[in-house]
T-cell receptor, first 109, second 116 residues
């Protein structure tokens, strides 16, 4: 069965510092991986997909198959990055997403 | 089209009562999903539709839960004989159809159910 683990429930960094939100997964094949974000009083929204190899709002995420990880990174945190972040996985060709428990990121001024 | 709409936003019900939630997806999206989220957890998959066909159901979806999408547009999720453990945020999402990849979803704001 697929599983997504986000080991940090809470993460707090200062503005301008680098940010890394950890995501580890268990799946024997080649999954599709996503990061979703939920800002205060807003709906859950897609941040980025690994298949697109994109950078959104300065965030990037690299799939490391050897370590089965998909950590989200940003070199310089901004206060507006404070939000709840969820890592999610789907099997190729599947529409079902398996989510991690989420990490609450707080950026301190 | 303002995105995925869910109604109601909040529902408080007494244990044992039936409740029904509605979801209106983005009109061009053929796929519609229901998830449940409890406090401190990520969303958990319940079921999904492609057009009017319900293609997958989670084991979380007990006999008391039923979902429909009769005309391939809006969907309803009904919970019969509610229990306190049903208290959660019920999220609806939609996505376009693609045979080879998962584009990711557009979520609604959710319906928060409280069973007292």
């Amino acid at each position: 069965a697929q599983r997504v683990t986000q080991p940090e429930k809470l993460l707090s960094v200062f503005k301008g510092a680098p940010v890394e939100l950890k995501c580890n997964y268990s799946y024997s094949g080649s999954p599709e991986l996503f990061w979703y974000v939920q800002y205060s009083r807003q709906r859950l929204q897609l941040l980025l997909r690994h298949i697109s190899r994109e950078s959104i709002k300065g965030f990037t995420a690299d799939l490391n198959k050897g370590e089965t990880s998909f950590h989200l990174k940003k070199p310089f945190a901004q206060e507006e990055d404070s939000a709840m972040y969820y890592c999610a996985l789907s099997k190729p060709g599947s529409q079902k997403l398996v989510f991690g428990q989420g990490t609450r990121l707080t950026i301190n001024p | 089209d303002t995105g995925v709409s869910q109604d109601p936003r909040h529902k408080i019900t007494k244990r044992g009562q039936n409740v029904t939630f509605r979801c209106d997806p983005i009109s061009e999206h053929n796929r519609l999903y229901w998830y449940r989220q409890t406090l401190g957890q990520g969303p958990e998959f319940l079921t999904y539709f492609q057009n009017e066909a319900q293609l997958e159901k989670s084991r979380l979806l007990s006999d008391r839960f039923s979902a429909e999408r009769p005309k391939g547009s809006f969907s309803t999720l009904e919970i019969q004989r509610t229990e306190q453990g049903d208290s959660a945020m019920y999220l609806c999402a939609s996505s376009p159809v693609d045979r080879t990849t998962n584009y990711g979803y557009t979520f609604g704001s959710g319906t928060r159910l409280t069973v007292v």
